[in-house]
Each structure stands twice: as C-alpha cells, then as structure tokens.
C-alpha cells in the first residue's frame, strides 16, 4: 500500500480472518488509529481531499473511454451510522463523480425480478464511484432472520452473491464492502437519543425496534456473511463503529485505498494540442 | 429575506429587470461582497453549514410525507464553472438529499420523445435537492443557434418552458435558475489553460471552439432566455461568473434563500414516544 494521509493499512487489517469471530469483535475499539476524535477529524479532511484527487482522476478516465469503477457497499443494524458516512465520507467527494443507491424494502416491481436484478441496474458507470447503503446482503439478511424465503433459497444465495461479485470485478469495478459494527447498548443509546430529540424523530422507526429484538440472529447472519462472502476478489471490512468518528476514518481510508490500488495517471489528449490551440486563437482573445 | 452568514438579498439583487442587457453585464463583478477570495471562501462554509442543516429538515418532511423539494437549474457556456459549482457549492450538502443530472446531447431514446420528457423524468423526489447541470433551456440556447429545429419550434418553447415551470412549483418544486455568465476572454484564457495542462486535457472537447466561434449568437440566444423565461414563480439569477469564487458564493446564497424560503420545522413524531421509549426498553439496554 502507499503511504498516504494515515499510514494504516484499512485494507488488509480490517478483513476478517479465516478464524473470525463477530462475537469477540470489540466494537468499542479503534484499530490502527490512537488519538481521539478531534485527531481523527483532521485525518478524515486530509484523506478527503486525496481521495477527491483520486476520484478527478477516475472520472476523467471514465470520459476517455476508461472502464474502472468502483463500488462502497455499506451494511450494519439500524443506528451503525450509515447515513453519516453518506454524509461525511462519500460527501467529500465531488457529487458528479458519485453515484448513490439505497435499497430499501423492494417494491412490488422489484419483487417480479431476481433479488439481484435492481442491484445490476445500479452498478456505477465507467469511472464513478457507486455507493449502496444497504445492498444484496439485505437478501442474505433481513430476509435469512425474517425467513422471508425459505432456508434453501437464501442458502444459496452466499454462492451466487460470490459469483456475481465476481463478475462485476472482472468488468473493472473494485468492490469495498464494509459493515459498521455496533455493540447490543451502543444501539440501544442510539435509539433512545432518536426518542429523546424532536431533531431526530424523523429519524425513528419503529420497526427499528422490532429488528433489535431479534439481535442474535442478526449477528448470526452477519457472521455467515463474513465467513462466506469475504473473497480475494472482494473481501469485506468489519469496522468498529460505536465510535462514528473512527469509522469514518476508516471507510474514508479504504476508500482511499481502493482508489489508490487503481494507479491511474491523467489520460492523454485525444486530440491535436497544437492544432486545437491554433483552433481557438482563430476565435479571438 | 432572513439575515444568514452573507447579509446579502441575492434573489433580487441578480434578478435580470425589464432593461436587463446581457450586453452590458460586467461579468467580473461581485455584486454585494467587496472582500476577496479569501473572505469568500470562508463566507462559503459557513453558508454551506447553515444550507447544510436546512437540507436536512427538507430531507426529514420528505420523509413524513412532505412534499416540497428544491431544483436548481444550471446554465452557462463552456468554462464558465457548471463543474464547478456541481463540486463546491451542491458537494456541501447531504449526498443523500441531492440528485444530480447532467443533461448532455439528447440520446437517440430521448430525441424519440417531446424535450421536456427527460426533464420531467429527472425532476427531484420530495424532499430533495434537484440539481440540474444544463437544462431544458438548452432546447432555446444550442438548439436555436444551430438551427436544430425551425424558428417557429423553438419560438414556441418559451411559453412552453414558463407553463411547464409554473406546473412544477405549483407541485411543490422551487426552481433555483443560475446563469454563470463569463467574458469572451475570460472564457479564452480558461479554453487555453485546458489546453496547457496535462490535468485538464480530459476537459477540453473541440467541440467548445466551435461553439465559442457562435459567442454573438450565444449571448443574443442568452438574452432572449432572460428576457422571456425569467418569470415571477421562477426568475432567473444572472451570475457574474469570472471570479469563480463569487459564482460560488452566488449560487449558494440563492440556495440558501431558497431552502429559508420553505420555512420548515422538524416534522412532527408520527409515533407514539412514550409506547416506543417502553418497547425500546423490553429489548434490553
């Protein structure tokens, strides 16, 4: 990895190994990284302002007949702070490099189609940076805890997930998968302040509640998640999030990274330089 | 208009009046601020924060069934900083409450449809923030300079454009209109600098000289834009735009009075708190 702004390597850290245990994760921990958040916060801008380099770089690409993309898949519980890395982190980077999805309950539409259907409709365009808050793991998890289809269908799902992941890698789009992991009382806390601040109520949902109560079986499904889908091709980072500042500061890094990882220099000219000049003297100063 | 970070009434202050002269604009002015970059820059935060918590209540009605949204409209020729704006003044807000659309050259699906059938399909959800990177107005400005229709098409897209306007904020839409209007040389020494640097090859396309070899056809194009588009449901902005840092500023002051102008609160909890706060409770803390 290059040296950047934060000489953490998020990438390679982050990945769940092959003996990963989502139960024994520290979600109160902040690897890599020991100063504080007001620290943090300084890192976060310089990584930003690398990352929206970067990210020029990709989308010039991208009109030059460039075919590299890449996509941050965001998941974690209710609470785990997806909203603020939209807002923080993918908000650091020009909007019209950016294209963002979130996948809610799929509509009657949706429903008619292969659970993959509306995520192949999203896939970013050559040179963008996709961003899902939510994605096709939602069908390897609300619908696995909720058994919205039977056992043998989402059973099968981990496969065709790898291999449509696959896919979309070999089409030159780099896949970031990271999942905001948050302790059983962080969340707690986090709904109990959405209940406490008129700011936030819009922000509450109560079927919010109902999710929490099934808390097991959610870090079951998470944990199957891990184990089956971290590939070499697109492996997942697991990022302690009960500190929003620190997992910023990370989701930041790997995207930096991934960026980085295309080592893309500024295209060249497609047209005559001199010839163009001389072009547009003829149309006065 | 309520006093923000900039105490200036940009909404009437840039609105063309009845003798507006395109002709006579001084495109390096910086009506209503007498600092400089530096200042500016600094002003342009602050209004950003202040914008930036407005688009969250916008965001938060949206969800509880409001219906307004905002749309700004951006015009300009070549060079006169659309980009630009799209990454320092739309990138401030909430990723998550913007939707942005860059209107290029009509596709051959959409050259099969009425003008403003791509327009009406990329008009912002409720609760958003629309932005649009050239327009509709594009079918009055390059469609009329090079003749893509006859006259008698494109003269009748005026009165058009206003009822399909007065339609959409009608519906709950204020439509932001902005004009980056640069000098004849500005615009050559920006042409001339993407054709110096390397790292802004991939933003020159010969096509810009052809077009600024039609200026006086451009600005006469502009004139008529102005003079019979810039109603009172949706009046246009004229922005002197060679300081790009005043454009920027501009633009997002009339954003801000616009997002002042819907006036919201926190939308109202559409649950009971204290049923949720005992339910949040049986789940364990």
Known sequence: MSDGPWAFDAWN?????????????????????????TKAGHLLAEIG?????????????????????????VQGMDTSGKGGIMRHVVGMVD???VELHAFGVPTPEERRHHY?????????????????????????????????????????????????????VGGGTTIVKVALMISHHEQYKRLHQRLERPD?????NPDDVDS??????????????????????APWHVIPADEKWYARLAVSQLLWQALVGLDLDWPSAEFDVAEQLARLEATGT
């Open 13 to 37: 850290e982050l990945r769940p190994g092959p003996r990963f245990s989502l139960a024994d994760l520290d979600t109160s921990a902040t690897p890599g990284f020991s100063g504080g958040s």
């Open 49 to 73: 302002e690398a990352t929206s380099d970067l990210q020029e770089r990709l989308y010039a690409h991208g009109r030059s007949g460039g075919t590299r993309s890449v996509l941050l898949v």
């Open 95 to 97: 909007p019209q490099g």
């Open 116 to 168: 993959l259907w509306r995520i192949r409709r999203a896939l970013p365009l050559a040179g963008r940076i996709g961003v899902f808050d939510r994605s096709h793991y939602e069908d390897v998890l609300v619908v696995r805890v909720d058994r919205l289809v039977p056992p043998e269908e989402w059973e099968k799902r981990y496969d065709e997930i790898n291999a449509f992941e696959d896919e979309v």
């Open 200 to 204: 936030k109520y819009w922000k509450f």
């Open 212 to 233: 929490r109560a099934k808390w097991p079986a959610y870090q079951e499904a998470y944990q199957a998640v891990f184990e089956r889908t971290s590939t070499d091709v």
